[in-house]
């Protein structure tokens, strides 16, 4: 069996033009006029984030973590998820994750670090990608969701949290990222 080359190969696709199609302050949808790499003409439809997406994971000292649960209007059904948001261009992600563990949660962290990095939430039809944080040493601050958000706080053990992301009851890409993550 072969293995993959270390080396990154040449692009293989070639556009020959890009038209906006939409674009508000979070995202811009772009189609390409492109020439595919088996030679044929064709479109390619893009969707361009304007932020970072970042999520974070805080664990307190015995071994509990916080989930928000929020109806998602893209799904039209209530979620559990890590703490999440986007991380506008300037922001350090670190601290865009400190600012939305306060915002949708409340609490403050003594300790950010990275946990994943650079992840790719899809990589057919968007370029959204994501830095994902543990936070420790924990303490309880008031929450200031956005207004766009109506938003629970569920206090748990780490270990059922990471069991909802094993079973599927927690769906969203970065919270099971970043739960299974922290299981191994």
């Known amino acids: 069996m072969a293995h993959p080359s270390p080396v990154s190969p040449d692009n293989p696709w070639t556009t ?8 508000n302050p979070w ?7 492109v020439i595919n790499p088996r030679g044929g ?11 970072r997406a970042v999520g974070v994971v805080p664990v307190d000292d015995q071994g509990y973590t916080w989930l928000v649960g929020q109806w998602r209007y893209c799904h039209d059904r209530y979620e559990w998820e890590i703490p999440e948001g986007g991380c506008p ?8 994750a400190r600012r939305e563990l306060l915002e949708e949660t409340g609490l403050h962290a003594a300790q950010i670090e990275p946990l994943l990095m650079g992840i790719q939430l899809s990589n057919s039809t968007t370029n959204e990608v994501c830095d994902i944080f543990v936070a420790r040493g924990i303490s309880q601050g008031v929450p200031n969701p956005d207004e766009t958000e109506k ?5 748990l053990p780490l270990s059922e949290a990471i069991e909802m992301a094993l079973d599927g009851r927690i769906r969203d890409s970065v919270s099971v990222l970043a ?3 922290l299981r191994s």
């Open 16 to 23: 020959l033009s890009t038209r906006e199609g939409y674009s």
């Open 27 to 33: 995202i811009r949808v772009r189609e390409d006029q």
């Open 41 to 51: 003409h064709g479109i390619y439809g893009v969707v361009e984030y304007q932020n």
């Open 89 to 96: 261009p300037g922001e350090e992600t670190a601290e865009c």
């Open 151 to 155: 938003l629970e706080v569920w206090r």
């Open 179 to 181: 739960l299974l993550r």
